[in-house]
Every structure is written in structure tokens, then in C-alpha cells.
């Protein structure tokens, strides 16, 4: 098993920026790749990064490019995602999941272990 804890949501106004970190506890080596989703109310639950827990890929959806920066560091079992410019509609709680059988994926079924999610709000 893995345990994942996110923590560094918060409440920013509109082009603010929140690093959130995702730190793995338990069988790490199992990892293969680390991903961040959001749900917002009444939405389904959204890919926004992912990486490869050992090598250079990070892969994003359109929405952040150039705007979100997901990193690892492997030494703390650490993954995080550096949130820049942010904007109104990217009000959600935001999980991190992580893989042990499948590359990154946007999908969430890929994913096999999930953290408590943390609240981001960003105000107009």
C-alpha cells in the first residue's frame, strides 16, 4: 500500500499563485508515475499533471500549460505541483494519485492509490 497526504491549499485571489505538495509514505518503490486531479462542485473529478516517478515526462492538460509546473523529489518521496496565474475556475480540491502498474495517464481509474484531497479556492 501507499499512503499519499497533500498538503498547501489554501485561499489566493485571481493570478495568485499555491504550491500544493504530495508526500508518499509505504511501499514507494511500487511507484510507477504521480498525478494531481481536481473536482470542482457538481464536476466530474479532472486530469491536471502527471509525471513518471523515475525519469524526465511530465504531461499536462491544456488548461494549466504554462501555468502549472508538476516536479518530484524522490529523495522525500515528494510530489508537487506549483500553481502560477491562477484563475477563478481552477476552484476545486485537488488529489494526488499515483500509479504502480501503468505509465501517467489522465484517467483516474489508472490510478490505484489517491490522497484526502486539499481545497484551493481562488477568489475574483
Do not use: H
Not at 486530469?47 to 516517478?53: H, N, T
Amino acid at each position: 500500500q501507499v499512503q499519499l497526504v497533500e498538503s498547501g491549499g489554501g485561499l489566493v485571489q485571481a493570478g495568485g499563485s499555491l504550491r500544493l505538495s504530495c508526500a508518499a509514505s509505504g511501499r514507494t518503490f511500487s511507484i510507477n508515475a504521480m498525478g494531481w486531479f481536481r473536482q470542482a462542485p457538481g464536476k466530474k473529478r479532472e486530469f491536471v499533471a502527471a509525471l513518471r516517478w523515475s525519469g524526465a515526462d511530465t504531461y499536462y492538460t491544456d488548461s494549466v500549460k504554462d501555468r502549472f509546473t508538476i516536479s518530484r523529489d524522490n529523495a522525500k518521496n515528494t510530489v508537487y505541483l506549483q500553481m502560477n496565474s491562477l484563475k477563478p475556475e481552477d476552484t476545486a480540491v485537488y488529489y494526488c494519485a499515483a500509479a504502480s502498474r501503468r505509465p501517467p495517464t489522465p484517467r483516474p481509474s489508472d490510478y490505484d492509490f489517491w490522497g484526502q484531497g486539499t481545497q484551493v479556492t481562488v477568489s475574483s
